[in-house]
């Protein structure tokens, strides 16, 4: 296994699909898209990665110690790994800032890698009674996951498994073009359509500004992310149209 599992001595200094927000009027970040590359993901993102997802959607405010949040950032990204096909990371000055990840469910591909690593976090995160803090919002929100596509028959297989970018980079065309170039990849290997969970505590309005149609919505009483009693909202795209 490539992965040094030993992450409790990690820096921790660095910093639904979530709120990668290019849409037409939101606010230039302070980055310089000019300093931006676009490369696979590796092994040197996966801590970077996980403080980004906790800090975008609010896990940090959950829990405060760091070592639990890495873990939970950890798993989180893993999961998003265990079946993807395809992946693309926005790296500004030597650190990753972005991800799109593609995960194919119909695909009998499965990264035994990823997995292991799963539940390994997984596992420490039970073993030290940590995962109370997430445990609630993080069930029902993969509960009502799962029963809005048991409803939603139109969406295939293919999912955007995981959309972030730092709100710093934000406003620079910079998840514009990982989408693109997510969309580039799914037309050339024959992937006819894909979907997308994510709610109103993101920038949904992103997917509807690039062509998504809104396949199914569920009111919920979950809060988190500031934001409360989100509507969760399940978007889909069929390419040949």
């Known amino acids: 296994m490539e992965e040094n599992i030993d992450e409790n001595k990690i820096n921790l200094s660095q910093h639904c699909v979530g709120p990668a927000d290019d849409t037409p009027g939101s606010a230039a970040g302070t980055a310089d898209a000019g300093r931006v590359r676009f490369r696979p993901i590796c092994r040197a993102d996966y801590p970077i990665l996980a403080d980004l997802i906790n800090s975008t959607w609010g896990f940090d405010k959950m829990h405060d110690d760091p070592v639990v949040l890495r873990h939970f950032g950890l798993r989180y990204l893993y999961t998003c790994l265990i079946k993807h096909t395809f992946d693309l990371v926005a790296e500004i000055d030597g650190k990753a800032a972005g991800i799109i990840i593609e995960a194919d469910y119909g695909a009998d591909h499965t990264s035994l890698k990823y997995l292991a690593l799963y539940y390994y976090h997984t596992a420490y995160l039970t073993l030290r009674r940590a995962f109370s803090a997430f445990y609630d919002v993080n069930e029902r929100y993969d509960r009502i996951m799962r029963e809005m596509d048991d409803f939603c ?46 709610d109103t505590a993101c920038s949904y309005l992103f997917y509807e500004y690039q062509g998504m149609k809104l396949l199914h919505s569920r009111k919920t009483d979950i809060c988190y992310a500031g934001s409360e009693n989100v509507t969760m909202l399940l978007y889909g795209k069929k390419l040949q149209e």
């Not at 139109?154 to 710093?168: M, N, Q, S, V, Y």
């Not at 620079?172 to 990982?178: C, N, P, T, V």
Request: charged share 40%.
């Open 153 to 198: 028959k139109e969406k295939g297989d293919t999912e955007l498994a995981l959309f972030i970018l730092d709100e710093r980079c934000r406003g620079l065309g910079i998840g514009d073009r990982l989408y693109h170039e997510f969309e580039k990849h799914c037309r050339e290997n024959g992937i006819e359509d894909f979907y997308v969970h994510t």
